[in-house]
């Protein structure tokens, strides 16, 4: 498959699930994954997905601006940089965030996300 294709497979994966059952992101993490979300560094699946259902907001919707992708290492891994705007309930206004996800593949082939970067990018 081409890595553009599966960039853009699991972007709408990932999104879709943050936007409508924020648990369900645990299959997507592993025990070595890390997480630096807003400058706070997290590690392991159970303290990621922790963090991302305790967020202060319940429901939101992602529209996604750009993504773009690179093969890295010899293992199959690939860097997923997405940019975007996060639209919150009750909000008249769009928040924008950039996201870097490092995928690697596990035993079984599927990806999973070992590295993960979020930050809202302010006008």
């Known amino acids: ?42 590690a392991g699946a159970q303290a990621i997905v922790g963090k991302l259902t305790s967020l202060a907001f319940q429901q939101c919707k992602h ?24 639209q919150l309930p009750g909000e008249e206004h769009p928040l924008k965030f950039s996201q870097m996800f490092h995928l690697l593949q596990s035993s079984q082939g599927n990806f999973y996300v070992h590295n993960d970067i979020f930050r809202l990018n302010y006008a």
């Open 63 to 86: 529209n996604i601006s750009t993504v773009d992708c690179q093969l890295s290492g010899p293992g199959g891994g690939m860097l997923v940089f997405v940019s975007g705007n996060m």
């Open 1 to 42: 498959m081409d890595p553009e294709q599966i960039a853009k497979a699991f972007v709408d994966h990932y999104y879709t699930i943050f936007d409508t059952n924020r648990p369900g992101l645990a299959s997507l993490y592993q025990d070595g994954s890390m997480l630096t979300f807003e400058g706070q560094k997290l």
